[in-house]
């Protein structure tokens, strides 16, 4: 069921995982880049979302270690955001084992070509704030709801995730960057783990690609993780979104058109 691949396809799968561990560590969305790629090389619907899950957790665990250890992550503060997620990672997978491979394959590309254009709309809404927001039961409230539902689309898709964390909690929080750097990659880290669990579960994992794509996210989550920290994110986002917009439109092209 999974694809022989030659030579060429293994250095482009790498090659892919360094620079979305560079990028999502920085900015988030790097299942924008390594998704398409998966499929692009052959694999299942199915079993590229659950490989997937298992190279982005090599890049998600540098990242937010990372982040850690600069003390820009607090796990005790947002461990209700960390439990939810965790919970809405599980359903969501779930869910998605229970979706045809048909409509899988004519949908992804249309849900990542979303995520990559509000991800290059979107305002940043950050403010020059260090630390994190007073505790409080709407804070709570807040991460709960968070967790559970990126949780939740982390599990039935993934790309953009880390994107779509790092926009939400500066909206909620009202936190500087690299704080919410941080949330946005141990959350996303503790939804890739919960939601590779369920998809080697249910048997949708090529282990040697993800492993192989894994180290090289985990390579280029290290200098993304600490390039973040030194430059900032800006600089690579309209590049990022183009690259991921042309492989987008060619898997659609190929799902839609071309079958």
Avoid at 105 to 119: D, F, N, V
Avoid at 173 to 191: A, D
Avoid at 205 to 230: K, P, Q, T, Y
Wanted: some cysteine; charged content about 10%.
């Amino acid at each position: 069921m999974d694809p022989v691949l030659d030579i060429s396809m293994w250095v482009i799968i790498c090659a892919v995982g360094f620079i979305a561990g560079f990028i999502d560590a920085i900015a988030g969305g790097g299942g924008m880049l390594t998704v398409p790629t998966l499929l692009a090389s052959g694999l299942p619907p199915h079993v590229a979302l659950g490989t997937n899950k298992l190279a982005s957790s090599f890049g998600t665990l540098t990242a937010s270690f990372t982040f850690y250890s600069k003390k820009l992550f607090n796990p005790s503060f947002w461990r209700y955001a960390l439990t939810f997620t965790a919970i809405g990672a599980v359903v969501g997978t779930l869910v998605v084992s229970h979706i045809s491979t048909e409509w899988l394959e004519r949908g992804l590309p249309i849900l990542i070509m979303a995520t990559a254009i509000y991800t290059l709309i979107a305002k940043n809404v950050c403010n020059d704030q260090m630390g994190l927001p007073k505790s409080s039961k709407q804070v709570q409230r807040k991460q709960m709801c968070q967790g559970t539902l990126l949780g939740f689309y982390d599990g039935v898709a993934g790309p953009g995730t880390g994107a779509f964390w790092m926009a939400s909690s500066s909206a909620l929080y009202k936190m500087n960057l690299l704080f919410s750097s941080g949330l946005s990659r141990s959350c996303n880290f503790v939804s890739n783990i919960c939601s590779l669990a369920t998809f080697v579960y249910l048997g949708h994992v090529n282990v040697l690609l993800g492993i192989s794509m894994g180290l090289f996210l985990m390579l280029g989550a290290w200098v993304g993780a600490h390039s973040a920290i030194r430059f900032g994110s800006r600089f690579i986002r309209p590049v990022f979104i183009f690259v991921v917009c042309i492989i987008s439109l060619n898997l659609a092209w190929q799902a839609w058109f071309n079958g």
